[in-house]
């Protein structure tokens, strides 16, 4: 059985660009968050995808969006960057309560 | 609001003494209670979980916690740290329909030998 897994594992970009970070979920989940992980701070949750559609939004502004495929897998687009986005992406798949988690995508923001 | 409080920052232990972090929360409802794991540079690994029944759950390597309603709690404990435990332990709270989880900020775990 394959874990989640995330692409790219290390990304560098500058402030006003535009990011695409992915996430395979694990075999048989259909349900993805995604959270962002400031240095020193607990995971903060972005928004969830279930069955392609969006399931649910933290406090997080339009300019992250996101998409989930007919194979489950997703994506996670940041628009016009900002040096506070400078974190660890985390990706998450689920099929009930219990959410296991991707190594995640360190992002820098220059 | 759903939130979720670890008190201690940093915690440092011997090898083979015994080990609890704190975990406060606020939820609603009926919470899920989840801690989990994160060495340096890498995701989240799942520990323990708790929805109903016994309040003492037990999880992988050898550590367990213990939900008290009364106190809004949700401690790990260990009875004896290996070296290898040392990394940043995240509690945190969700619900049955609600879709987020709630992380504290974290308690990092340093081991001496």
Redesign the interface.
Same mark, same amino acid.
């Given at each position: 059985e394959t874990g989640?897994t995330?692409s790219p594992t290390h990304l560098i970009k500058t402030r006003g660009q535009q990011v695409t970070l992915r996430c395979s979920s694990q075999s048989g989940h259909n349900?993805v968050?995604w959270?962002q992980q400031a240095l020193?701070?607990?995971?903060?949750?972005i928004f969830?995808y279930?069955r392609e559609e969006e399931? $649910?939004r !933290?406090n997080f502004p339009p300019r992250f969006s996101g998409l989930q495929f007919p194979n489950y897998s997703s994506e996670l687009n940041v628009n016009a960057l900002e040096l506070d986005d400078s974190a660890l992406y985390?990706c998450?798949s689920s099929l009930s309560?219990?959410?296991?988690? $991707?190594? !995640?995508t360190?992002l820098l923001v220059l | 609001a759903q939130s979720?409080t670890q008190p201690d920052i940093h915690i440092t232990v011997s090898e083979g003494a015994s080990l609890e972090l704190r975990c406060n929360y606020s939820y609603g409802a009926t919470p899920?209670l989840?801690w989990?794991v994160q060495s340096p540079?890498?995701?989240?690994?799942?520990l323990l979980?708790y929805?109903s029944g016994d309040t003492l759950v037990q999880g992988i390597k050898g550590f367990e916690a213990e939900f008290k309603r009364s106190q809004s709690s949700f401690n790990l404990r260990k009875p004896s740290v290996h070296w290898s435990d040392a990394a940043e332990y995240?509690c945190?709270v969700?619900?049955?329909s609600n879709?987020?989880?709630?992380?504290?900020?974290?308690t990092l775990l340093t081991v001496n030998p």
């Open positions: 989640v995330q349900t968050s959270y020193g701070q607990g995971p903060q949750f969830q279930y399931n $649910g !933290g985390l998450a309560e219990t959410q296991y988690f $991707g190594p !995640g360190r | 979720v899920y989840f989990y540079g890498q995701g989240l690994q799942l979980k929805f995240f945190a969700g619900g049955g879709y987020k989880l709630t992380f504290g900020k974290g």
